[in-house]
């Protein structure tokens, strides 16, 4: 399936330390699941965390979900031991926290090989540093093995001193910067986390901003967010009615010999059908995902 839609509506985190939810990952409605070694675990619990995930990724059984290993960060005593075991642990893809250069992007690719990664592979950043931000366009090119950006807006927040608002101004040049940077080169990119449990319209609301913004999908921390990630990311039947019309209107237009044509009054040109075709695309990819259950092979 192209990365372009995969379906990434929702990415669930959670701690390798955690047995109880490495096990209910496995039935939860995640499109992505990021099995965290790094701020979700205690220094006294790493290795016992980078066992466990590795078993609990051995042992499979996560069916259509894709799944990440977030190691720590390879300046740390733990970060080189957890990018040699993920490199053939079977995952689809490897995490790395706090990238702040292109060069941190080719090291952790020359040590995936190092240690036998396989091709497929996959290699994703997390970009939340003033750094990170201000090289996103260098990392963004740094590697054929690249296939995403995740923000880490609680880790940026807490670097620029700035606040977590509803609109989240203090952080919209960032995720500017991520955004043109993972479009430019192709790569897939999901959104922060919201930290509030309780706070479900804010959820909404944030989820609502990011599908504006032109996120894949939406970084979370518990299982009980994953429906308004799910149901913001995916497109609405409004939406899908009128990519239908639209591919339609274009292809008799076309045929009449027009390359432009109106739908609901509104102006359509090939840039539109293309778009449409991208969201008939993904929501295909849901509906077969959703019925499928059976492992993907690695994007
Ligand atoms: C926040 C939590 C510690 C809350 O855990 P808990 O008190 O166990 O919650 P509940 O009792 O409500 O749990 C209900 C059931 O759901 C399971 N559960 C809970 N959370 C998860 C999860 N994340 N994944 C899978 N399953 C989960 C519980 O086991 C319960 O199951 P059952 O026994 O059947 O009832 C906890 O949610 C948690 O640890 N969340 C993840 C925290 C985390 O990973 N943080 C690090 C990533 S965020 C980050 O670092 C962002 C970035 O780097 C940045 O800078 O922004
Ligand atoms: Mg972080």
Redesign the pocket.
Known sequence: MPASVRPRRSA????GS?A??LE??RE?DADVLIL?L???VAPDAKEQARAQVLAAVAAGGFGRREVLIRTNGLDTPWGHADLAAAARSGAHGVLI?KVESDEAVRQADRLLAAHGAPRELALWV?M?TALGMLNAKEIAAASPRLAGLVL?????AKELHAHHTPLRLPMITALGLCLLAARAHGLAILD??HLD?DDEAGLEASCRQGVELGFDGK?L???KQLAAANAAFAPDAASLDRARRIIAAHAEAMARGKAVVLVDGRLVEALHVAEAHRLVALAKAIGAEAVSGTDLPAP
């Open positions: 669930l985190y959670m701690p955690n109880r939810a209910k990952a939860l965290d790094e701020d979700a926290p997390m939340e880490g807006t609680s880790d940026l922060g986390v449990l970084t921390i518990h299982p």
